[in-house]
């Protein structure tokens, strides 16, 4: 079946620290995948993503590329700020369907 | 545009009693989801809805629980009777119609903490 895993966190960084989280996941066929990301207090919303494979999903510094060889979809960041501070979440969905399949979450403190 | 609402913001209950979370999705949206978060099992889907007809409901957890969506701007979930176990954040999200947007998107509501005693 279809799944999402995540590093676990917290993650905790310094402010202009480089990020990085990692997300591998399992699907048939060629599902999109997403990055989520949920503020205290907040649903989640949609940070970026990529429908096919070598795609780039890029929003607010972050950066995430369509890894089909190594399954993986990982986040990133060049210089994080204590704003980012959240809890971040990889999600895939199949071509054709309507389930969306999140990760875990990974929480990061940025600090200041 | 208000976004997903969802009502009440929190809802702490006893044991037994019967809980009503509600659900107004964004308009124009044909597609609601309900989730459940827990510490423990992180997000979950509880069941979605096209157009107020329940597509999938295989991760509603047991008979206790029951969804309606009786129009486009409304959805109900309902948990009688209310276990400690049901405690979590419940979230509401909506999609676009393949005819108007992205369908991958979805739209979450701020959530509504239930606490059950």
């Not at chain 2, 069941?47 to 959805?75: H, L, Q, T, W």
Request: some cysteine; hydrophobic content about 35%.
């Amino acid at each position: 079946g279809n799944s999402v895993t995540q590093m676990e966190g917290p993650v905790t960084l310094s402010e202009e620290a480089f990020l990085t989280i990692n997300c591998t996941y399992t699907a048939t066929g060629y599902p999109s995948l997403f990055w989520y990301v949920q503020y205290p207090g907040e649903g989640l919303q949609l940070l970026l993503k990529a429908t096919k494979a070598d795609d780039k999903g890029s929003n607010k510094g972050f950066e995430a590329t369509y890894r089909k060889e190594t399954t993986s979809f990982h986040l990133e960041k060049g210089s994080v700020q204590v704003s980012d501070s959240a809890v971040y979440f990889c999600a895939l969905r199949n071509t054709g369907g309507f389930k969306t399949i999140f990760g875990a979450g990974t929480r990061l403190f940025v600090k200041a | 545009d208000a976004g997903v609402i969802q009502s009440p913001r929190h809802e702490v209950t006893e044991m037994g009693q019967e809980v009503t979370l509600r659900c107004k999705p964004i308009s124009g949206h044909d597609y609601l989801f309900w989730y459940r978060q827990t510490m423990m099992r992180g997000l979950e889907l509880l069941i979605y809805f096209n157009n107020n007809v329940p597509i999938d409901d295989s991760g509603m957890p047991e008979d206790r629980f029951s969804a309606k969506m009786p129009n486009a701007s409304f959805s109900t979930l309902k948990i009688q009777p209310s276990e400690p176990r049901d405690s979590a954040v419940y979230f509401c999200a909506s999609s676009p119609a393949r005819r108007t947007g992205s369908t991958d998107t979805q739209y979450f509501g701020p959530g509504t903490r239930l606490t059950v005693l």
